[in-house]
């Protein structure tokens, strides 16, 4: 199903709504925050990286946006315990959560699986899926909480339609449309939507890496498509659940 990226923003439309990004600090990650702020959510913005963080923060805050949560958060390294925290956390800070993005992920490398590196595998598999199963297994008890809430799993092209040499990343990928249709199965009679997204090709560092020969200008910037989050985190999207979105260019 196509999603268009030309979507008005309503300032305020996305008021005292709570939204939690992974990945937050760059990248797509980085513009839908900008957006999502921009239309009055409080964004809990979650990465690695503290510094590119703070300056993603500084600039919302500079722009005139809704104040982002900072949440310094390894992916790779967490425990259930560092779930639990956020859990914790979350609730006490908030008392619910409306929207759970995530954005987060790591190429891996291209080769075929027969030479893949074992360690590079764990690690790409850790990140790309079993960080979004736990934290969407602490967080949905966050979510039922809210009146209408979202969680929106980031996909790919590759993890729709095999492609060869995209190895653990094209694995994970499919193990996420897996787990979010499981979810909004299993979520359906509850106020929590389940969805996952392939944004398609953009101008981002993680694209550049994969095809370092294209012309990067004629890729899309982030910020062209990330309106259409905001679209998808509105009410105007309430009846969305178990679809494999696309946006449309």
Sequence with gaps: MNVETKYNIKGYELKDKIILVTGANRGFGHAMTLDLAKAGANVIMLGRDLGSLEAAYDEVVCAGYQEPVLFPFDLEGATPEHYEQ??????????????????????????????????????????????????????????????????????????????????????SKFAIEGLSKTLSEELEKTNIKVNSLDPGRMRTEMRRSVYPAENADNNPLPGSKSPAIVYLMSKKSKDLNGEQLTLKV
Excluded at 119 to 143: C, D, E, G, H, K
């Design 86 to 171: 956020l859990q914790k956390d979350i609730l006490d800070n908030f008392g619910h959560l409306d929207g759970l993005i995530h954005n987060a992920g790591i190429i891996g490398t291209m080769m075929p699986i027969e030479q893949y590196d074992i360690r590079l595998w764990y690690s790409t598999m850790q990140i790309n899926v079993n960080a979004p199963f736990m934290l969407t297994q602490f967080l949905i008890p966050v979510l039922n909480k809210s009146n209408d809430a979202r969680v929106l799993f980031l996909s790919s092209s590759v993890g729709r339609s095999a492609r060869a040499y995209w190895g653990a990343y094209g694995v």
